[in-house]
């Protein structure tokens, strides 16, 4: 049973520059949330996907947008890099659709962006 | 105020001892409650969850959950060396979003 996977496991970018980061949920899940960790920090939720649409929106000003596919899979954008936004980004895939523990996150590996 | 909060710690244990972690939330309507273990330069893995008020073992984990007073815990039973990580508190609030604590770091001390 694969688990979460995201691409790619490290990026350097410069500031200005646009970046695009990819996830595909575990098997069976519908539902992706994108977080950002700053190193010593908790994750901070950006927003969450299901059904291909944005459901739920953290505090991120508009340059963090995504989009989720039909295959479940996603992709989170961010656009005009500053250099606060080197973090590491995770993708969690969750059922979301009903029962106890439909809501349980299970994270991917992350991608760790750097901005220069 | 922050949705859930943690002591930092470090929090440092002998090994074979009970490792005790606390959590605080603000959103008094929330009604999941998680715990990940995050080892440095990895991603959070869930340990447990839990919804109900009282304890919830799985193995030589056991949360605990009062939710009159707003207090989620975990208490690592025998900690092995193996345990020493960052302990992540997720609270998936009433407009089901989930908010995590800043982490507490354990070391457990062979």
């Known amino acids: 049973d694969a688990g979460v996977t995201q691409s790619p496991t490290h990026l350097i970018k410069t500031r200005g520059q646009q970046v695009t980061l990819r996830c595909s949920p575990k098997s069976g899940h519908d539902t992706v949330s994108w977080y950002q960790q700053a190193l010593g920090q908790g994750p901070q939720f950006i927003f969450q996907?299901?059904?291909?649409?944005?459901?739920q929106r953290g505090n991120f000003p508009d340059r963090f947008s995504g989009h989720q596919f039909p295959n479940y899979s996603s992709e989170l954008n961010v656009n005009a890099l500053l250099l606060g936004d080197s973090a590491l980004y995770l993708c969690?895939?969750?059922?979301?659709?009903?029962?106890?523990?439909?809501?349980?996150?299970?994270f991917g590996p992350g991608t760790r962006l750097t901005v220069l | 105020q922050k949705e859930v909060e943690q002591n930092s710690g470090p929090l440092s244990v002998p090994e074979g001892a009970i490792a005790s972690l606390n959590c605080t939330y603000s959103d008094r309507g929330s009604q999941s409650f998680f715990w990940y273990r995050q080892y440095s330069g990895k991603s959070p893995e869930l340990i447990m969850f839990?919804?109900?008020?009282g304890d919830k073992e799985d193995g030589r984990f056991t949360a605990q959950l009062n939710k009159a007073s707003q207090y989620v815990s975990l208490l690592i039973r025998d900690s092995q060396p193996s345990d020493s990580a960052t302990y992540l508190c997720?609270?998936?609030?009433?407009?089901?979003?989930?908010?995590f604590g800043t982490g507490t770091s354990l070391t457990v001390i062979p």
């Open positions: 969690a895939s969750s059922p979301l659709t009903s029962g106890r523990g439909a809501d349980t996150q299970y």
């Open positions: 997720a609270v998936r609030g009433t407009g089901n979003q989930f908010y």
């Open positions: 839990i919804y109900s008020n």
């Open positions: 996907y299901y059904e291909e649409e944005e459901r």
